[in-house]
């Protein structure tokens, strides 16, 4: 059951546990619960809302950071993290495999805010050793989202003999 309410959830957070009952044959206090249990051990952490910001005249600028950093004994990446991702500006923190340890992804007002906030805020931290930063130029796709459909795009489906 969790799985199935966190399914419909992440595809569509606006729905109602009337609704989600209704779509699993469920009751509506049932799911209403376990949505409440969820949020109460975190399962469930937050509701946002995806949004466009190329159709509005507030345009951020979204960057993603590489950062290689030397783990802190007895905490390894752990600490360090945190102290990144308390910051503002930061929107997510990965640990990664392959050629860098974490990556940051952080929104800025202009190219300028984030270049201050990688010189200024991140490059200085004690455990980080480099950083390369990647700017958005185009989102496509986000969080399974299509952002925006490609000129003469058919939403029907093809029905052949």
Known sequence: MRESILN????????????IAERLGLS???????IRSMEDERVICGYQTLVNWDK????PVTALIE???????GMGFDKIAER???????????LMSGGFDLTVI????????VALFVSE??????SVLSTAT??????YKDHGIIMERAAGHDERLLVSP
């Not at 990144?84 to 990965?94: Q, R, S």
Request: aromatic fraction near 6%.
């Open 134 to 139: 990647h700017f958005v130029l185009k989102k």
């Open 8 to 19: 419909l959830l992440e595809k569509d957070a606006r729905l109602s546990a009337v609704e």
């Open 56 to 59: 509005t005249e507030t345009v």
């Open 121 to 126: 805020k991140l490059a200085p931290l004690d």
């Open 84 to 94: 990144i991702y308390l910051f503002d500006e930061v929107k997510a923190v990965y």
């Open 67 to 73: 950062v290689k950093v030397t783990p802190q004994r």
């Open 28 to 34: 509506a206090a049932e799911v209403a619960a376990e």
């Open 106 to 113: 952080l929104e800025g007002k202009t190219l300028r805010e």
